[in-house]
């Protein structure tokens, strides 16, 4: 920014002014923190201990889940520290940050879910080459191009975000700092090349979006030609569940980024925001479990195991 010397913080918008619904919003946060990273850990856990779960799929699915976990870890935190001390201040260093790795783990998650996409669709359309396409190596090496690629691209991104000339205060209309929020507070002749930006990274989204699509059209017509009634609904078990959450966030985060900003209110805002960068990464872990039974299965027998091994402890003790 060119007044980078004046410009030390930014104001986020509050929920609430009356300290009753500053607690509310403290502790409804809260809720849905705890419930995210309980539902993505257990999903972690579940994976890396059950080594009938180290398949593609699973593999990309625990990305999915700490990657859920860094996303709304970055912005949840700092929402409710700010209701507890009844401020809304977010110095210029922590604003960037949380730029930078909103962007970053968004963009990986899209990232990631293109990535399962890819991996559904071999899977079904090409079962035979399966295990040399979907190989140990290849997974990880998409998966590490995907980390490496969009953490390069959201450090030029931020960085491109941060050099506009700021005319409009230092007042952000959302609970966490926002690209578009931001680019309010810039001059009219210096966004132009962030906007650019922001097509730039529209045309990269709506490539991922395009290419889910078209396998997801190839999966579903080999899938109706599947004779078996137990094979074809095997078959969308394991799809439908990334196919909810391709489009839970996808649809979330389009009408917050496509929508005119000008247009809405800030309390609109704020539900919308809530609803992109809190809803999916609480939503996933329930999505996934629900519609997939060797997680349930595994998930329950180790809950059964540790409470197998308890009783047998107090057993013992009293004895």
Not at 28 to 34: E, G, H, S, T
Not at 65 to 93: C, E, F, H, Q, W
Not at 119 to 147: F, G
Not at 199 to 204: H, Y
Request: with cysteine; proline share 3%.
């Amino acid at each position: 920014m060119s007044n980078q010397t004046t410009m030390t913080e930014f104001l986020l918008l509050g929920f609430s002014d009356v300290p009753e619904l500053q607690i509310l919003h403290v502790v409804v946060f809260l809720v849905l923190y705890l419930a995210s990273l309980l539902g993505n850990l257990l999903i972690i856990t579940v994976i890396v201990l059950d080594h009938h779960l180290h398949t593609p799929m699973y593999f990309f699915l625990m990305n999915l889940s700490i990657l859920d976990l860094g996303s709304i870890s970055v912005t949840i935190p700092k929402s409710m520290a700010n209701s507890l001390i009844n401020t809304r201040v977010i110095s210029y260093s922590g604003c960037v940050t949380q730029i930078f790795f909103f962007f970053f783990f968004a963009s990986a998650d899209f990232a990631i879910l293109t990535i399962m996409a890819y991996d559904r669709y071999v899977a079904i359309c090409q079962p035979l080459h399966y295990e040399t396409v979907m190989n140990r190596k290849a997974c990880v090496q998409m998966a590490v191009s995907a980390w490496i690629s969009v953490f390069l691209y959201s450090a030029v991104h931020t960085g491109n975000t941060f050099a506009i000339s700021v005319c409009g205060g230092n007042m952000v209309d959302q609970f966490f700092c926002e690209i578009p929020q931001l680019l309010k507070l810039a001059c009219s002749d210096s966004d132009l090349s962030e906007v650019g930006f922001l097509i730039f990274s529209m045309f990269l989204g709506s490539s991922c979006f395009v290419f889910i699509i078209v396998s997801y059209v190839q999966i579903f017509t080999t899938v109706v030609r599947i004779p078996s009634e137990q094979g074809r609904h095997k078959a969308f078990s394991t799809c439908l569940p990334h196919l909810i959450v391709v489009s839970l966030f996808i649809c979330t985060g389009t009408f917050t980024y496509l929508k005119p900003t000008s247009s809405s209110t800030s309390g609109l805002d704020l539900v919308v925001a809530v609803l992109y960068s809190v809803l999916p990464p609480m939503m996933n872990p329930i999505i996934y479990s629900m519609r997939n039974k060797e997680l349930k299965g595994t998930l329950s027998k180790l809950v059964s195991q540790k409470l197998f091994s308890k009783n047998k402890m107090s057993i013992f003790l009293l004895q």
